[in-house]
T-cell receptor, first 115, second 115 residues
Framework: NAGVTQTPKFQVLKTGQSMTLQCAQDMNHEYMSWYRQDPGMGLRLIHY???????DQGEVPNGYNVSRSTTEDFPLRLLSAAPSQTSVYFCASRVLGGGQAYEQYFGPGTRLTVT | AQKVTQAQTEISVVEKEDVTLDCVYE???????LFWYKQPPSGELVFLIRRNSFDEQNEISGRYSWNFQKSTSSFNFTITASQVVDSAVYFCALSGPVFFNKFYFGSGTKLNVKP
């Protein structure tokens, strides 16, 4: 099992450019999520999904879009990059169901710099 | 509202010292889940433990132990006989019980273990 994979590992964008951060998992997890990590702020939820075709916003969704067409993939799109989106982005997945909250498994992260 | 507070931004200890990382949470849910994650300098997020609100037993895993106290809304993490490899940022997280639940992360505590 590869677990949760993310590409690219590093990316530099110019203000106004768009791009897609890729995330895939091979654990058949229903739940997938995107976080951004900024110094001193922990991890903040951007968007999450509880299954193919179902997504919802987290704490900081502005400037980002997601879609979930398959169980495995959950790409994050930056529509028009801004310097405030410079951050480390983590994708995560976990099992859903059983009336419990199971732990999330994280990908290795994507370090994004917007100039 | 749900919130996790890790008041210790950074802690430095000398190898073999014991160290406790504090985590205080706020929630209105009667059923909830608490987690600890480790982020070593390499950047990945590693799951350490999950605890539900109806199980207040303390847990020990090798040099790691966790003390969950509902009366003080705390879920503290102790490393006994710390080692240099324990140097990392440690995050505490909280999740509610409902189907579309979200994780709320604290801002993290950076632990420096010096030889």
């Amino acid at each position: 099992n590869a677990g949760v994979t993310q590409t690219p590992k590093f990316q530099v964008l110019k203000t106004g450019q768009s791009m897609t951060l890729q995330c895939a998992q091979d654990m058949n997890h229903e739940y997938m999520s995107w976080y951004r990590q900024d110094p001193g702020m922990g991890l903040r939820l951007i968007h999450y999904s509880v299954g193919a075709g179902i997504t919802d916003q987290g704490e900081v969704p502005n400037g980002y879009n997601v879609s979930r067409s398959t169980t495995e993939d959950f790409p994050l799109r930056l529509l028009s990059a801004a310097p405030s989106q410079t951050s480390v982005y983590f994708c995560a997945s976990r099992v859903l169901g059983g009336g419990q909250a199971y732990e999330q498994y994280f990908g290795p992260g994507t370090r994004l710099t917007v100039t | 509202a749900q919130k996790v507070t890790q008041a210790q931004t950074e802690i430095s200890v000398v190898e073999k010292e014991d160290v406790t990382l504090d985590c205080v949470y706020e929630t209105r849910d009667t059923t909830y889940y608490l987690f600890w994650y480790k982020q070593p300098p390499s950047g990945e997020l590693v799951f350490l433990i999950r605890r539900n609100s109806f199980d207040e037993q303390n847990e020990i895993s090798g040099r790691y132990s966790w003390n969950f106290q509902k009366s003080t809304s705390s879920f503290n993490f102790t490393i006994t006989a710390s080692q240099v490899v324990d140097s990392a940022v440690y995050f505490c997280a909280l999740s509610g019980p409902v189907f579309f639940n979200k994780f709320y992360f604290g801002s993290g505590t950076k632990l420096n273990v010096k030889p």
